[in-house]
């Protein structure tokens, strides 16, 4: 392309006046021809879902300002950007640094994040179409800073972006952090029997004695997508995630009405695991399907029951995923118990950009030291992970 091309920089405050064609030639090209999106999040269908349902938007803290950038006229990149009023629902957080540059006096809210909201889930953030890699990336990189900058806004902040993005974003005035989460790896296994073969014998036998308590709980564990979903089910979901989201962040971030869009829209990229007992949901998780990979989202139950938790969301999203083909499952933040269900610590990767160029050196000291303690983090989870030592073990139940 012309490096002297104009390009041009819009802000929309609803995804109602982005076409949805537009919008996913840039968030999803590998999908035009069929087939699932790579990320099911950044598409139109799911983005404007959280704004119709009223999940993003006035009074949520989380005010829609859709970035996207044309050449003549057409659309070549786009990002989902929100300016934000608090830090709730991103999962990698920044509280301390607001508190600071309060305590320095200044207004930290409100500020900018590009992201999904309420989603840990890694993806591209600057969406682009192929063949606008590049000169999209910058573009949109360039917009958001310019738009904090001439609002006297402090910051901009891109989390779960990909590891590309991540480098690329140091380049355009980026500071890089990095956090971990937990990631099952498809290595090809035939079956569930050909992943538990390669942990260790004592993990081995504790997956299968959870897998039998949580099987035996009185009841059928099925896994539904697609037509298979029921609106009664989505009923049941709610229920989960309002008695979930209660407990761990006090109010829950998606209205009911997702839950009813979602079943209009979205069926088709749920996997709802449900456990029945008496013909009713007692318990369950949802995912998100992407083209290469399972996304856990949400878990919940009305009835407890020993091991349910581990069969519904990890050992039946590894079924999923061997059966479908599919490389990995992202099963959402946190949770270091995930290590020995076979879920590896991953690095996870986030960009800020801070208008004030003396809270900007601090916290550039303090994410130089936190990437090293992530780093080291994962290193020695890693040496703590359930998989045989096939030089050292001998392979016995």
């Known amino acids: 392309m012309d490096t002297e091309t104009t390009i041009e920089i819009r802000v929309k405050t609803s995804l109602s006046e982005i076409p949805e064609r537009e919008w996913d ?18 598409t139109h269908r799911f983005l404007s879902a959280l704004e119709d349902s009223g999940s993003v938007g006035p009074g949520t803290g989380w005010e829609p300002h859709y970035l996207t950038a044309h050449v003549g006229g057409d659309m070549i990149a786009c990002a989902p950007l929100y300016a934000k009023s608090h830090s709730q629902g991103e999962y990698i957080f920044d509280h301390n640094w607001a508190h600071a540059y309060e305590r320095a006096g200044g207004h930290y809210y409100p500020k900018l994040q590009i992201a999904v909201p309420f989603t840990p889930a890694t993806g591209r953030r600057f969406l682009t179409r192929p063949g606008f890699d590049g000169i999209g990336r910058q573009a949109l990189a360039q917009g958001a800073m310019q738009l904090a900058e001439g609002n006297g806004l402090s910051s901009v902040h891109v989390t779960f972006c990909t590891p590309d993005e991540a480098e690329e974003g140091q380049t355009l005035g980026f500071l890089h952090r990095t956090t971990q989460q937990f990631h099952w790896q498809n290595r090809g296994y035939a079956d569930f029997d050909a992943f538990l073969a390669s942990l260790s014998s004592r993990k081995r036998k504790t997956i299968r004695k959870e897998r039998a308590t949580a099987q035996g709980f009185g009841g059928e564990i099925r896994a539904l997508t697609g037509s298979e979903i029921r609106p009664e089910h989505w009923d049941a979901v709610w229920q989960f995630y309002q008695d979930t989201g209660a407990r761990k962040w006090g109010t829950p971030y998606l209205t009911r009405a997702f839950f009813d869009i979602a079943h209009e829209r979205l069926r088709d990229d749920v996997l709802l695991v449900l456990a029945f007992r008496g013909g009713d949901p007692v318990a369950g998780a949802l995912n998100l399907i992407g083209r290469d990979a399972l996304f856990g989202r ?49 690095t996870c990767h986030a960009l800020t950009w801070v208008r004030d160029p003396g809270f900007r050196d601090a916290i550039a000291r303090y994410l130089d030291a936190e990437r090293e303690a992530v780093a080291e983090e994962v ?19």
């Open 25 to 42: 030639a840039c968030a999803c090209p590998e999908a035009a021809q069929g087939g699932r999106p790579d990320d099911p999040f950044t």
């Open 298 to 346: 949400y878990w919940g139950c009305t009835e407890h029951h020993p091991c349910l938790h581990f069969e519904i969301c990890y050992y039946q999203a590894i079924e999923f995923a061997i059966t479908h083909g599919l490389a990995r499952v992202e099963a959402g933040a946190q949770g270091e118990h995930k290590l020995a269900r076979g879920y590896m610590p991953t």
């Open 379 to 397: 290193e020695i989870l890693t040496e703590y992970g359930p998989f045989r030592n096939t030089t050292q073990e001998e392979d016995h139940d």
